[in-house]
């Protein structure tokens, strides 16, 4: 959902909630001191943009930066804390220990073999990427999945380095451990949001499909307390789910650190549509995000995509027309054709009731000024 979006300068520490539109006037007194001038001004100039197209930028501008600084409330805070004992919440200090994990792992990969093999100790399980990192997702969100018979992850410790660094050791076992205390069970489905605003869209998929898995990622503190804190308010009643997890921290970031093939439909509902063309390297789809996407999703998975903004839903119709025809993703080359994948558009798209239930506060007010809102669906397809 729609609002303004924080940065940090540790992109490893944080798995992209969307943000809201927040205008910014030209300047023009070369003197003035108001933080945050020189930054925008800087970032308005052709030569400061990326030459490498069709690649997300998650670091936004200083300018940006202090305008997004709003922490949650401290009850929603407390909120969270509550949540992420229960098990509703992730703990975003096992995601990061994860994050490093995961990237270390894709430094050490051979550079000749596909994406998901490595050699066998050096990511420090004795396990192909792939395998424990599904492994540890299935832990991390209680799922019960007798499809996979994974092995348990043991850490095999290889590295002189990181023997000597005991604390870093202790936070990276305490990573490699990490079990949901919520019991585990099979789901049909696995549903992530990226970017859920203040969740009553995530909340009302959960309340209406038990038998779906719903993920939610959010990078805004107020929102994802204003999420724990409806969850724990069904907690006392009869409206209690248990099929809701909260992923605090960067959405398209959390992508690549999920597994092959793992999850069956991704939401993308009301993102900041970014509609200067100067600023067009921060929208959240791009040819890269894509990619990912299409990676995570299984066959026939599927992405919705909710706005109302004009330019943000023809850039999106866009990168997803150019992914269809596009050179096959890098980890895909060494498969067979016939199992490499494209996108398609779902036309009609899917009515709302399935997928985009609730009416938000960003939504009605962008009603109430007079937008409409419009929605597409794309799916993976075997060429």
């Known amino acids: 959902m729609r609002r303004v979006e924080r940065s940090d300068n540790n992109e490893e520490d944080q798995l992209l909630g969307c943000a809201s539109n927040v205008g910014c006037g030209q300047v023009h007194s070369e003197e003035s001191r108001i933080v945050g001038i020189e930054e925008y001004s ?10 490498q197209n069709d690649q997300y930028r998650s670091r ?22 509550r949540l992420t004992q229960h098990g509703y919440c992730i703990p975003k200090e096992i995601l990061t220990e994860f994050s490093r994990m995961n990237n270390r792992s894709k430094r050490i990969s051979e550079p000749n073999e596909p ?22 997702w ?25 023997m000597v660094q005991k604390n870093y050791t202790d936070k990276f076992q ?15 489905e696995k549903w992530l949001e990226i970017g859920f605003g203040n969740g009553d869209n995530l909340l009302a998929n959960a309340r209406a499909r038990n038998h779906i898995l719903f993920m939610g990622s959010e990078i805004h503190q ?13 907690l006392t009643k009869d409206t209690a789910v248990d099929n809701i997890r909260i992923i605090p921290g960067h959405g398209i970031k959390l992508l690549s650190h999920l597994p092959d093939n793992y999850l069956d439909v991704i939401l993308i509902t009301f993102p900041d549509p970014w509609p200067r063309d100067i600023h067009a390297r921060w929208r959240v789809i791009q040819t890269e995000t894509i990619q990912e996407m299409k990676r995570v999703l299984s066959s026939d998975g599927r992405v919705f995509v909710a706005t109302d903004d004009k330019c943000f839903d023809s850039w999106a119709r866009e990168i997803f027309t150019k992914g269809s025809f596009g050179v096959p993703m890098e980890h895909e080359k060494h498969l067979p054709k016939e199992e490499q994948r ?35 669906c794309w799916e993976t397809s075997d060429l």
């Open 42 to 51: 800087e970032s308005l100039q052709p030569e400061s943009i990326n030459d």
């Open 60 to 81: 936004k501008p200083k300018w940006w930066t202090q305008l997004a600084g709003r922490r949650g409330t401290r009850a929603q805070r407390q909120a969270i804390h």
């Open 115 to 136: 994406r998901n093999t490595c050699n066998e100790t050096a990511n420090g399980f004795g396990l192909p990427n792939d395998s424990w990192k599904r492994r540890w």
């Open 138 to 162: 299935n832990r991390a969100l209680s799922i019960l999945d007798p499809t996979h018979n994974l092995p348990e992850i043991h850490y095999i410790n290889t590295s002189p380095r990181d």
């Open 174 to 188: 305490e990573m490699v451990d990490f079990k949901n205390i919520l019991p585990d069970r099979e789901y049909k």
């Open 222 to 234: 107020p929102g994802i307390g204003a999420l724990a804190q409806k969850i724990e308010h069904g």
């Open 342 to 376: 494209v996108w398609k558009e779902l036309i009609p798209c899917p009515t709302r009731e399935e997928w985009l239930p609730a009416v938000s506060y960003y939504e009605r007010k962008g009603i109430n000024e007079g937008r409409r809102t419009m929605l597409q």
